[in-house]
Structure formats: structure tokens, C-alpha cells
């Protein structure tokens, strides 16, 4: 952790009033209020990349002070579960190093920690935090079925025609009731992400940033273990009730972590070829159009979990290698 001074409070300070105005924006642009409340972890993932622990802490207090006095504590809770502290320990979690010596590495050296951890712990804390919006709102099946209900009759309005019968009624909100949890998850956790792989490069590009520049395609995996939780929300799901909600989570969660392993899989696998451009773009329209491809880049993650850590000499900055463990 940098010292704490006045620039890194002040930084913290901005940081988390700026999250909490994207936050609040987010409720006036129904589009974009999805990006918007992704972006608003962007400060304080900067304010804890370039100025540490402390002033990430910092962001994520005034952030959720600032939203409580403008909107609701109700809407503070929310925006600091399910953003502004998974932001914080995630800067956190990337600012760690310890001499590579303690690892089986060499001397006068530093071990950061690995992506393949971060990334895991990103799916952990999302799929917590959704648990506890979903405890706070009182979300469940019978809410789900509601909320099918409620869009049957709208679209009735719309097309006097449309008269499902009870069975396809029964399927939708089955299908609802998990798909709901399983899209959210799955879409925190790559908007997170890619919330977290900009600011590195912001602060990166700054000179502010303590984490060195790594080889991205490499280094980002999801911890072997997450597999065995994968597969337990998949047997959760087939159990019914909040256990099959819960387990849907966990799949969109973990899921979408061993998705990004597949495309970073995909991009370091391709390196050299002549042909990877036009793999790539095919690969991304695929998911983009198509369910299938995904389950597919899925697969591509789960077979690969191993871990690469950053190596940098203790001194100065300067370009990482990377190790495999």
C-alpha cells in the first residue's frame, strides 16, 4: 500500500463522488444504465491501481455516502455490493507482490499476483453480491413468475392474438427464473472485468500504475478449482428453488470467467498464424449472433486453468516476464 497523504485522499474522494454520479446517472439513461453502473467502478479501480489500498478505500466510502445523501441508503447498499467493493479488492488483489523467492522463483525478484486468481475472485464476489441484492429485493421464483406474468399481459395488449397455453406459460417462467440470475451474473462479471482491464491500461499509460504490464492472453485463466464450482451450480440448478437460482448464478458467474479464459485461450493459441484475424472476428460474431459458439469458448476455458505469474525485478519497473505454475 502507497503512503497515505493528501493526494490520495483527495484522489479517493473524486474517485468515489465520480462513481456515485455514474451510478445515479445510470437511472436516467435506461440504455446504457447497465454501462453506466459498470463505468462507475472505473474510479475507484483507478483511484486503487495508481494510489493504493487507502484511497481505494476512501472512493468506496465516499461513493457510498454520496449516493446515500443524492438517492437512498437503500441504492448506496446496493451500488457499494455490487460495485464500488468488488472495484477496491480488486486493485487491491493486483497491487499484491511478494519476493519471487518465496514461490520457488528467483532471487531480488517480485511475484505479483496471479490473473487466474483475480479473475476467480472477481466470480466469487459478484456472485456473493447478487446474493445479497437478490436477499435485499426478495427475489425468488415466485417473484420471477410474477414478472412473466407481467410481461404476457403486456404483450396481449399489444397482440390481442397472443394466448399461450399453460404449459408454454409454465416453460417461460422456469426458463425466466434462471435465465434471469445466470444473464446478470454472467454480465457483471465481463463489464467488471472490462472495467478493470481499462483502468490498468489508464493508469498503466499515467506511470501511475504499481502492477507492470503483463501478457494478457497468457496470464488470463480461471483458477483450476473454480472448475468444481462450475460444475456444483450446474447440479444445483436441476435441484429447484433458491438452490436452482443460486446455482444459475454461480454458472452465469464462474461461467463467464472461463468464457474470458476461452477468448484469452483462443488470442495467445493463434499468435503467428495467418489466419487469426480472420478466426478472431469469426469467433466474436459467432458468440455475438449465436448461443452455441459460447459454450464452445466455454469448453476452451475449462481445459485450460493453469496459472502464470508476473515476475519483475524488486527495483525498477520494467517489463514483465511470466512464469507458469
Not at 109 to 121: D, E, F, G, R
Not at 201 to 207: C, D, E, N
Not at 233 to 239: D, E
Amino acid at each position: 500500500m502507497k503512503n497515505l497523504d493528501w493526494t490520495s485522499i483527495a484522489t479517493g474522494l473524486v474517485a468515489g463522488v465520480t462513481a456515485a454520479l455514474l451510478s445515479l446517472s445510470a437511472n436516467v439513461q435506461s440504455v446504457l444504465s447497465i454501462v453506466l453502473f459498470a463505468a462507475s467502478a472505473l474510479p475507484i479501480l483507478i483511484a486503487g491501481l495508481g494510489w493504493g489500498n487507502a484511497s481505494a478505500l476512501i472512493a468506496v466510502i465516499a461513493g457510498g455516502c454520496v449516493a446515500a445523501a443524492l438517492a437512498s441508503s437503500h441504492f448506496a447498499l446496493m451500488i457499494v455490493i455490487i460495485t464500488l467493493i468488488p472495484a477496491g479488492w480488486l486493485s487491491n488483489l493486483a497491487n499484491l507482490a511478494r519476493p519471487a523467492s518465496e514461490i520457488g522463483g528467483p532471487k531480488d525478484a517480485l511475484a505479483w499476483y496471479p490473473m487466474s486468481n483475480i479473475l476467480t475472485h472477481l466470480a466469487i464476489m459478484v456472485t456473493l453480491g447478487l446474493i445479497a441484492v437478490g436477499w435485499i429485493v426478495g427475489y425468488s421464483s415466485a417473484l420471477a413468475s410474477q414478472m412473466v406474468e407481467v410481461m404476457i399481459a403486456v404483450l396481449q395488449e399489444q397482440e390481442p392474438l397472443y394466448n399461450p397455453d399453460a404449459a408454454t406459460v409454465a416453460q417461460m417462467k422456469a426458463m425466466f427464473g434462471l435465465g434471469l440470475p445466470l444473464v446478470q451474473g454472467a454480465l457483471w462479471v465481463l463489464l467488471l472485468f472490462a472495467a478493470f482491464y481499462i483502468a490498468s491500461a489508464i493508469v498503466r499509460l499515467s506511470g501511475k500504475g504499481l502492477r507492470p504490464r503483463e501478457d494478457m492472453p497468457m496470464a488470463v485463466r480461471m483458477h483450476r478449482n473454480a472448475v468444481f464450482v462450475f460444475l456444483g451450480g450446474l447440479i444445483l440448478c436441476f435441484l429447484g428453488g433458491l438452490p436452482a437460482i443460486i446455482g444459475a448464478l454461480v454458472c452465469g458467474t464462474f461461467g463467464a470467467g472461463f468464457v474470458l479464459s476461452g477468448f484469452a485461450i483462443l488470442h495467445y493459441r493463434t499468435r503467428g498464424k495467418p489466419w487469426r484475424l480472420a478466426a478472431l472476428w469469426l469467433a466474436y460474431a459467432s458468440v455475438i449472433l449465436l448461443a452455441l459458439p459460447v459454450l464452445l469458448i466455454l469448453i476452451l476455458g475449462l481445459t485450460d486453468t493453469r496459472r502464470t505469474i508476473a515476475l519483475t525485478p524488486a527495483g525498477p519497473k520494467t517489463e514483465t516476464k511470466s512464469n507458469n505454475i
